[in-house]
């Protein structure tokens, strides 16, 4: 039977993309379409583990086309909202070891 670290070992990355909380948004979703993942870690300056920001998180943070907020702003936020604003803070973690 595999033990439950194991199994995470089997997923993590080596060199995780990483991104760091003063990003833009942009910045982010453009990461994360470039190399086909839907999630990113989130560190301070020393590496620390911040957040994780996912795909859907910059989503939830656009305005809705349907309600008639969009008008533009979208690529407004997308441009000047941070990671630091949508991402999930202080994540769950386990070691692989």
Known sequence: MIGD???VKLWMKENPL????????????ELMDENRIRRVPVVD????LVGIISKQDIF???P???DGSDAGSS??????GKVADVMTRNP???DAS
């Open 5 to 7: 670290n194991m199994f």
């Open 18 to 29: 990483l991104l760091k909380a003063e990003d833009s948004l942009s910045v982010a979703a």
């Open 45 to 48: 300056e020393q590496g620390g």
């Open 60 to 62: 939830n943070a656009l």
């Open 64 to 66: 809705s086309a349907i």
């Open 75 to 80: 690529k407004a936020i997308f441009e000047a």
């Open 92 to 94: 769950i973690w386990v």
